[in-house]
């Protein structure tokens, strides 16, 4: 494999002195760009360009030729696990992911098997080493997965839900079946990303979307736990590099401390904590990414790279942070803004490093 000719995202995670802070974005190649549109049109619908390696590269590769972006993510679904599962994942325009069979009853539950990523995932790997190899050494690769309470959220209520009143349901009035659904989805987790890193994967991130919904004590026993778990069955080293893991639980901002003891390289934060505080929280023990609202983003250029400096400051001085917005950037975001938003990051955080 060719050599890593930028770095810095890999050495921020690891908290290893970088002349500037890294930056990438949270759903960077998505519907805000007119030519991410157009592919995804050619390919007719999401999972189509999820499966299509050629173009899963090209959509991944689409933000790095505007921006000066330190990382690539790779293009694909945190669904596809659930989808492999039999679910049948299906998107209809306009709205969100939906499965065809959603897990109802226990006996579901039980029959559910572990995907084999270089089967029923295989396209998933092929777009991983696809993209590896156009990237040539240009920036890391990262591969991602859904924390398992994530996953279940989808599987259970069949699609997005306001209320997570079916997993809930599942959860406080049969916690042995929804246990059995974690602890699958924490092995095929750990096995998919495991297989992500063997297959070019430099980096991983574990979106825990939806922990935020849960009581402090229920967090712990039906999402951290099985986070920690695929921490600890992580493929750590490859190609003589070590593989950073970040997790990221949005507004879990008071549980960082916590997530910070997994064994995990580095925590996402959202913006409804200063980073600052966050520092603080997890005294230097894991590096920290985040955190600016995405909204900002339609914000006029100068009030973005004002709430650049605000958040560069807020983390303060020296290493082991990695800029990015603290979720998604949202498809109605003028590209021209996220260009102001990454300038301002490159233009300011140098001083933070000397
Ligand atoms: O083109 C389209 O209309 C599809 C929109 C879309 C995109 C661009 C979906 C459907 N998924 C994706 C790609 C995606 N999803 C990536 C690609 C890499 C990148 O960041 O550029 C990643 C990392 C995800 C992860 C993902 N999917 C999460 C976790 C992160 C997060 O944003 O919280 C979640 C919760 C999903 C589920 C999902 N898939 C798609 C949508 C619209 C959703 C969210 C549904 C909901 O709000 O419940």
């Not at 997570?164 to 349901?169: L, N, Y």
């Not at 549980?255 to 995990?264: D, F, H, I």
Request: aromatic fraction near 8%.
């Amino acid at each position: 494999m060719s050599e890593l000719k930028n770095d810095l995202y890999l050495r921020a995670l690891l908290r290893q002195p970088t002349e500037r802070t890294p930056i990438w974005m949270m759903r960077q190649a998505g519907r805000y760009l007119p030519e991410y549109r157009e592919v995804r049109t050619q390919a007719g619908d999401f999972m189509a360009l999820c499966k299509n390696a050629e173009l899963a590269c090209e959509v991944t590769l689409q933000p790095l030729r505007r921006f000066k972006l330190d990382a690539a993510i790779l293009f694909s679904d945190i669904l596809t696990i659930p989808d492999a599962m039999g679910l049948g994942l299906y998107f209809e325009t306009g709205e969100g992911p939906k499965f065809e069979r959603p897990l109802r009853d226990v006996a579901a539950i039980e029959n559910l098997g572990i995907p084999d990523p270089e089967q029923e995932l295989r396209y998933v790997m092929d777009a991983v080493r696809t993209i590896r190899r156009e990237l040539d050494g240009q920036v890391p690769l990262i591969g991602f997965s859904g924390s398992p309470w994530t996953l279940a959220t989808y599987m259970v209520e069949g699609g997005s839900t306001k209320n997570f009143s079916e997993v809930k349901k599942l959860m406080f009035s049969e916690p042995a079946a929804m246990h059995m659904l974690l602890s699958k989805l924490a092995e095929s987790v750990t096995t998919y990303l495991n297989a992500q890193i063997a297959a070019g994967a430099q980096a991983v991130m574990i979106f825990d979307t939806w922990g935020g919904v849960l009581s402090p004590r229920d967090y712990r026993e039906f999402s951290l736990q099985y986070m920690k778990k695929i921490v600890a069955g992580l493929t750590r080293e490859a190609d003589g590099r070590q593989v950073p893991v970040t997790l990221f639980t949005k507004n879990g901002g008071a549980w960082l401390p916590e997530m910070a003891a997994t064994g995990c390289d580095a925590l996402g934060v959202d913006w409804t904590m200063d980073l600052g505080t966050a520092r603080a929280l997890v005294q230097d023990k894991v590096a920290l990414q985040g955190n600016m609202d995405p909204s900002v983003l339609y914000a006029p250029p100068a009030r973005i790279e004002e709430e650049v400096a605000v958040i560069l400051e807020s983390y303060g001085h020296g290493h082991g942070h990695v800029f990015n917005l603290g979720h998604g950037i949202h498809p109605g975001v003028d590209p021209e803004h996220a260009l102001a938003f990454i300038d301002a990051v490159h233009k300011l955080s140098p001083a933070y490093h000397r």
